[in-house]
């Protein structure tokens, strides 16, 4: 067998730094918008097993509430993480401006 060929493909980019600043933070914003996404799926869990959203046919029991309770809670510490993340980008963003 013979080796693969990768070939040398250099791109040329430029962007300015204004270009740059401007997509880190479109990515924070996008970032952010997925997580409040998230966090409205959570509700909705919530809300459904619950009873306070349609669809619901059989009664939930208690052993299911605090499972799933324990499931959105699982779901927010990581989008807690992950905010935590996102605040760090953005100071380094911010001190890059400054």
Known sequence: MS????PNITP???ISRSD???LLLASIA???IGLAHIIN????????VLGTLPG???ATTTEEIL???DSVQDMLE????????????LNKIIKTIS
């Open 56 to 58: 619901l046919k059989t």
């Open 30 to 32: 996008l970032e952010e």
């Open 67 to 69: 499972k799933v309770n």
């Open 41 to 48: 799926a959570e509700a909705e869990k919530v809300q459904y």
């Open 3 to 6: 080796q693969a060929n990768i």
């Open 78 to 89: 990581l989008v807690i993480k992950k905010e935590m993340l996102l605040e760090t980008k």
């Open 20 to 22: 740059v600043i401007n």
């Open 12 to 14: 040329e980019i430029s």
